[in-house]
């Protein structure tokens, strides 16, 4: 597609309820990330894949979250038994790079899924 | 690590003026950077990049400046517009083994007055 896409835009949850959320990068991107903002914060860091393997996920909150991109191109950001403060927008973004050095780290943002867990 | 700060979380400028946002970044070994505007119930959107071999980069309307000494990276918005209006962030690559991530600053709110 043209950009990345994010699906669902809005998700309500009940606590302890599981979630899914869907990303599409840019076609032929190697590197996709996953970001949770929180409101008026910057983007933070969650977990990083170089095609289909999850090169870094240092970001991840808990053992709750959990991410896949099992063909290299689709990923889902999964989150079981949500609580209160998992509420934020979840943010992916894609490259066609894929580490310093590459010369097209320019990264590109979907809309978000934004989170709210009553 | 890395991190990213920014010295003013609001800057209010008038319509026609230009428009100085500032990003500090601690690690002296980055050498990617990108700025960001992001409008409410958006995604970040890129504005401009700049690679730590130049000082200044130019697009259409923005400027960045960065200032490695001071590890130290602005972004210029010639002529601001009320279209301008947003929250733009700085975000810096980090990079290593087994790491390959941006790091973003809390954001500055840029409010532009008719």
């Known amino acids: 597609g043209a950009g990345v896409s994010q699906s669902p835009r809005y998700k309500v949850a009940k606590r302890g309820q599981d979630v899914a959320l869907r990303c599409d990068p840019i076609?032929?991107?190697?590197?996709l990330f996953w970001y949770q903002q929180a409101l008026g914060q910057g983007p933070e860091f969650l977990t990083y894949?170089?095609?289909?393997?999850?090169l870094d996920k240092s970001g991840l909150p808990s053992d709750r979250f959990f991410a896949e991109r099992p063909e290299g191109s689709v990923s889902t950001l999964k989150i079981q038994r949500t609580q209160q403060e998992d509420s934020a927008v979840y943010l992916c973004?894609?490259?066609?790079?894929w580490g310093q050095g590459s010369t097209n780290e320019k990264l590109f943002f979907g809309s978000g899924t934004q989170l709210s867990v009553l | 690590g890395e991190s990213v700060g920014l010295h003013l979380p609001t800057l209010s400028v008038q319509e026609g003026d230009n428009s100085i946002i500032n990003c500090a970044y601690s690690?002296?070994?980055?050498?990617?950077f990108i700025w960001y505007k992001q409008e409410s119930g958006k995604g970040p959107q890129f504005i401009i990049d700049?690679?730590?071999?130049?000082d200044k980069r130019q697009g259409q309307r923005v400027t960045v400046l960065l200032n490695k000494t001071v590890k130290h990276l602005s972004l210029q918005i010639a002529a601001t517009q009320p279209g301008d209006s947003a929250v733009y962030f700085c975000?810096?690559?980090?990079?290593?083994?087994?790491?390959?991530?941006?790091?973003f600053g809390t954001g500055t709110r840029l409010k532009v007055l008719a």
């Open positions: 975000a810096v690559l980090q990079g290593g083994p087994g790491t390959y991530k941006y790091i």
């Open positions: 700049i690679r730590s071999n130049m």
């Open positions: 076609s032929g991107h190697v590197s």
């Open positions: 973004a894609s490259s066609l790079g």
């Open positions: 690690n002296s070994a980055s050498d990617y």
């Open positions: 894949f170089q095609n289909e393997a999850q």
